[in-house]
Nanobody, 123 residues
Framework: VQLQASGGGLVQPGESLKLSCAASGRTFSSYGMGWFRQAPGKEREFVATISWSGSTTAYVDSVKGRFTISRDNSKNTVYLRMNSLKPEDTAVYYC?????????????????WGQGTLVTVSS
């Protein structure tokens, strides 16, 4: 599975962005997917995960109520809608896939990673 993340950019606090992660491969619909981020000088951390069907999602506490993960299996794409962005959301965002229908919060559970897309929140 190859993953291509896109949609990052420079926004002001309070604004929104929608990240996309396009996946290759015919078995995308059977993969659990996740978004992670790495801020400057910090370790990469979990952001959100979604099951193969989209019926189960989970988020890190700091983004609950502001971020929404979703997927369109017909387009082999997973999304991360980010609202009310804050400067502390500034990071490189990575999408990841695991060959299991269930999403996980731990990085070690994911076998495939995209290249990352930079999100900068600054006034």
């Amino acid at each position: 599975v190859q993953l291509q993340a896109s949609g990052g950019g420079l926004v002001q606090p309070g604004e929104s962005l929608k990240l996309s992660c396009a996946a290759s491969g015919r078995t995308f619909s059977s993969y659990g997917m996740g978004w992670f981020r790495q801020a400057p000088g910090k370790e990469r951390e979990f952001v959100a995960t979604i099951s193969w069907s989209g019926s189960t999602t989970a988020y890190v506490d700091s983004v609950k109520g502001r971020f929404t993960i979703s997927r369109d299996n017909s387009k082999n794409t997973v999304y991360l809608r980010m609202n009310s962005l804050k400067p502390e959301d500034t990071a490189v965002y990575y999408c990841a896939a695991r060959s299991s229908s269930i999403g996980k919060m731990t990085q070690q559970a994911y076998e495939y990673w995209g290249q990352g897309t930079l999100v900068t929140v600054s006034s």
